[in-house]
């Protein structure tokens, strides 16, 4: 048989609240039957029990005294004002100022458990109120109609017993908000870590996305123009041909290596090693201009003398290599081949200014018509962006970027033709943010 425990107990006396109250009531209808046989002037001042004779009219306000008890957990006030009321009545028409004593203050014990409920049950001001109103009328009306002297000790026990019922009732309630504080609290604090946690996987998800889009956008267009021309050159020229097929399979190679690198982060660390290699700066930038030549476009690269400068953070470097990636992989697909770009890079004390210029100037005619070349108008994302203002997700993705660290984009057609990307990263990306126009 398994042993019951406190808190087994506890358990099942919760779950019957009436069944307790009724066993509180008939407790203390003993209590006020023990008391007023009771004798508490004994010799030698020790209380002698069972001493004194119990009348008819004690033994009838205890029963009605208790059974208004029972309903205390159901209407705490009016028990409350009930139970006062018949332990005022007894007090006055009882015996106890003739027979120096009072056999029936001991039903002021209902009132005592009847004042905690309601302190315990109610807010601070009411049960302040209450208190003091209820300790103050049994204590006087004992004082005046009880026990002599005044300051006897029947007396003096309902001051004392009421005061401790109303405080002790003040008190569990105030652990009782103090822990339901504590546990709402804390069930906040999981909520808000699980808000937390999802909105720092949307902005993973964003950052995978941005970089996947980097990656293949700018590879694949560049393998979209080299096999639009070598299929249309492949009778007449096939040596340019394989050139251009060459130029898929390395531009296809680089496609393959970066979105292994960017996918081979989500790998859990018990799946495979990480890769090593660092992320593209504007070290290999030379790699990736070399790349739009081959492709047919003309490139020019401006950049300010590094001197003695720090070298760049790792984020800088890295939105600075994927905005001229995306800035001239747009060149590629909405001006054709035959375009000229010019890439500006300056830095100075405090920021890196990237600009990106191309004249609009490029042809799409040697790409044969059933081909999909990155620059064809039937597709709604790729018309040039001085014509459609914000279409696709390049532009959103570098100004993403930008914002990311706290530094500005501005994108724009320019009056004469062409299109202009510039963008500036701060090098401190602690600095407040910018605003950033679209």
């Known amino acids: 048989m398994p042993a019951v425990t406190l808190r087994d107990i506890r358990e099942r006396l919760r779950a019957h609240p009436h069944a307790v ?67 005022v009545v007894a007090l006055v028409t009882g015996e106890g100022p003739n027979a120096g004593s009072a056999p029936e203050a001991p039903l002021v014990m209902a009132a005592v458990i009847a004042l905690y409920t309601v302190t315990n049950t109610t807010d601070r001001r009411t049960s302040w109120r209450v208190g003091a109103v209820t300790v103050g009328v049994l204590t006087a009306t004992s004082m005046l109609f009880g026990a002599r002297p005044w300051y006897a000790q029947e007396n003096l026990g309902i001051l004392a017993w009421t005061a401790l019922a109303a405080a002790v009732g003040e008190a569990v ?14 069930e906040r604090a999981e909520r808000t870590r699980e808000e937390e946690a999802r909105r720092r996987v949307a902005e993973e998800r964003m950052r995978i996305a941005r970089e996947l889009h980097d990656v293949v956008a700018h590879h694949i267009a560049l393998v979209n123009v080299q096999a639009g021309v070598a299929s249309h050159v492949m009778d007449q020229r096939p040596d340019q041909a394989k050139q251009a097929l060459a130029h898929v399979r390395d531009a296809s190679r680089h ?34 201009v ?21 070298p760049l953070s790792s984020a800088v470097d890295l939105t600075a290599y994927r905005v001229v990636q995306e800035a001239l992989t747009n060149v590629q697909k909405h001006a054709g081949s035959g375009a000229h770009a010019e890439v500006r890079i300056r830095r100075d004390a405090e920021a890196l200014e990237i600009v990106v210029i191309d004249d609009g100037a490029g042809t799409t005619h040697t790409i044969p018509e059933d081909a999909t070349p990155a620059g064809d108008p039937a597709d709604p994302d790729a018309a040039h962006p001085a014509e459609s ?11 993403e970027r930008a914002a990311a660290l706290h530094g500005a984009c501005e994108t724009g057609p320019l009056p004469g033709g062409g299109f202009r990307v510039h963008v500036r990263l701060p090098l401190q990306t602690t600095a407040p943010r910018k605003e950033t126009p679209a």
């Not at 018990?270 to 030379?286: K, N, Q, R, Y």
């Not at 070399?290 to 720090?310: K, L, Q, Y």
Request: with cysteine.
């Open 21 to 87: 109250d009724a066993l509180i009531a008939l407790g203390t209808f003993g209590c006020i039957l023990l008391g007023a046989a009771t004798e508490p002037h004994g010799p030698n001042g020790q209380p002698r029990f069972a001493e004194r004779e119990i009348s008819g009219q004690t033994v009838l306000l205890a029963v009605l005294i208790c059974g208004v008890l029972a309903l205390r957990r159901r209407a705490p006030m009016p028990v409350l004002l009930l139970t006062g009321l018949i332990s």
């Open 173 to 186: 309630r105030n652990r009782r908000a103090f822990v339901n504080a504590i546990r709402e609290r804390a």
């Open 255 to 288: 496609a393959l290596a970066e979105l292994q690198t960017t996918v081979g982060l989500l790998r859990q660390s018990g799946e495979s090693t990480a890769p090593t290699e660092p992320a593209p700066g504007l070290e290999v930038l030379d790699e990736l």
């Open 290 to 310: 070399d790349g739009f030549r081959h492709a047919g476009m003309s490139v020019v690269v401006d950049t300010s003398p590094p001197g003695a400068a720090a």
């Open 389 to 399: 203002a914000g279409g696709g997700h390049g532009l959103v993705g570098m100004r």
